[in-house]
């Protein structure tokens, strides 16, 4: 009876291992000469070892006794450290690798070594217990890539891995009912703060506030505050039921700061700020490509994390949150430093109704009012002096060394 070979290796893409310690495995659909297939999971230490005892088993295929018999292809060592990125790129070569491998004659290619390195192991089909908490992950590599054809399609996207912090019951048949500690892939992830989720073989909708990541309590995803602010409508009326909250009536025009991936995002309007519902708001000058009804399917906002009672969450340090206070101070001082509008300086001048020009004395005797209104279509007002920073940022790359220069000697 003879015995059976590998035929062909496939690399199907690697998989991100937390237990007993994080590390990377590539996954191998593995097709014998029996016209069985199997999967197998190898970490690139291992990979590289084997390598190794190969290159020893035939030193004239390797070039060791003359480097212009070399058969056996190459494969770099490993790193000290792998991570996501080296485990990824290397992808693309290890096929290559492999094809190679396959393709060298007969007596190294179905020799006893490379048999045994891609028979089922038992921790193949039983692998180890998984992390507590967190799910292995599975990257899919594309067939272009494994073929060596570059191309900007990738492969399948991995479905992140979020923790429920509480319970949570659903109000309609689309959400998902959720229990404190429940691991959930999400599917997508809305502006609004509804993200679509799925637990075991459940679907449905689920508040953004009741997920936290596994890695770290920050998100990843969120951007930083940007107080030069967004233009934005509102679509419809909200009133304020906690304190960091603002209301407003449908049809205001808002500056959106910061944009939170629990569908709460900080809004500014004057020089006030607080939070506001996403999936009230719409950009201004977009196009609106469904109407409102379609829009406004759903008749509530997400809930926000300070509302929801008993959280547990399994990070030591919780997440990183802006105050209200610190929103408002960096707004108002953006404000100062890019200028405030004509508004703000007659709400903030000393005498109700006059530009501060007004409010100077001349000769020590004071404007009435009869010169004020002869004035008013004459006198220029003059507007705050900016910042020496904003003078600098506006100024051409020419002009600020040529400064530089100048201050330095």
């Known amino acids: 009876m003879t015995e059976i070979y590998v035929r062909h290796v496939e690399l199907l893409g690697f998989e991100k291992r937390f237990y007993p310690s994080q590390h990377y495995v590539y996954m191998f659909l593995v097709k014998w000469s029996d016209q069985s297939e199997k999967l197998i999971y190898r970490k690139y230490p291992e990979i590289h070892a084997f390598h190794k005892t190969l290159k020893e088993m035939f030193p004239i295929e390797a070039g060791e006794i003359d480097a212009k018999d070399r058969i056996i292809p190459s494969l770099p060592a490993p790193k000290w450290l792998d ?11 290890l096929a290559e690798y492999i094809r190679s491998l396959l393709n060298l004659p007969t007596k190294i290619s179905r020799c006893l070594l490379v048999r045994n390195f891609f028979k089922v192991r038992p921790e193949d089909e039983n692998p180890p217990a998984p992390h507590p908490f967190k799910r292995n992950e599975t990257y899919v590599m594309s067939k272009d890539k494994a073929r060596g054809i570059t191309t900007d399609i990738t492969g399948p996207i991995m479905l992140e891995s979020y923790r429920a912090i509480a319970d949570y019951t659903k109000s309609s048949k689309y959400e998902l009912n959720l229990k404190a500690g429940d691991l959930v892939d999400i599917v997508e992830k809305s502006q609004n703060g509804w993200w679509f989720c799925q637990c075991e073989n459940h679907r449905g909708w689920a508040p ?10 920050n998100e990843a995803e969120e951007p930083e505050p940007n ?6 409508k509102t679509i419809k009326a909200y009133t304020a039921v906690e304190k960091d909250e603002m209301t407003l009536e449908a049809g205001e025009t808002i500056e959106v ?13 004057g020089e006030e700020t607080g939070y506001f519902p996403s999936m009230f708001l719409h950009k201004t000058g977009e196009k609106r490509e469904v109407d409102e009804e379609n829009i406004m399917r759903r008749k509530t906002p997400p ?14 340090k919780g997440r990183q949150r802006i105050s209200q206070d610190t929103y408002r101070r960096n707004s108002r001082r953006f404000l100062q430093d890019r200028g405030r509008p004509v508004s703000q300086l007659k709400k903030n001048s000393r005498t109700p109704g006059l530009s501060p020009l007004r409010e100077r004395k001349t000769n020590g005797e004071p404007t009435s009012p009869n010169d004020d209104l002869k004035k008013k279509e004459t006198t220029p007002i003059i507007p705050p002096r900016p910042s020496p920073e904003l003078i600098m940022e506006r100024c051409t790359e020419n002009t600020r060394r040529k400064i530089s220069i100048r201050n330095s000697s």
């Open 83 to 93: 991570n996501h990125k080296t485990t990824e790129t290397r992808q693309s070569t």
């Open 208 to 217: 953004a506030a009741y997920l936290e990541p596994l890695d770290d309590p």
């Open 227 to 232: 107080y030069a602010g967004e233009l934005y």
């Open 257 to 269: 700061i910061h944009k939170l991936l629990d569908g709460w995002w900080v809004v500014r309007k």
């Open 303 to 316: 809930p926000r994390r300070s509302t929801i009672r008993n959280a547990q969450s399994i990070h030591a």
